[in-house]
C-alpha cells in the first residue's frame, strides 16, 4: 500500500502500522514513516554535500 504523505503524526502512525503490515521491522518503519513525514514538509535529510571534499582538501594541506 502507498504510504500518506502528510507531516501530520496521525499519518505517520499509520505509516507506521502499514511498513510493520509489509514485514518491515519496527525500527525500519519508524525511519521510513518519519522520512516520508520530512518530504511532505519540505525538509531535506543527510549529510552536507561537499563535506568528503572539504575534509580530503584539509589533509592535503597537511602532507603537503
Known sequence: ????????SKA???NIKREEAAG???KQ???IAL???DRAKGKK???KMGTTA???HKRS???S
Not at 500500500?1 to 501530520?8: D, G, H, N, Q, R
Open 61 to 63: 594541506l597537511k602532507t
Open 54 to 56: 572539504h575534509h580530503l
Open 45 to 47: 535529510r543527510g549529510r
Open 1 to 8: 500500500m502507498p504510504l500518506i504523505k502528510s507531516s501530520s
Open 35 to 37: 522520512s516520508t513525514q
Open 24 to 26: 518491515r521491522p519496527y
Open 12 to 14: 505517520v502512525g499509520e
Open 29 to 31: 518503519a519508524l525511519a
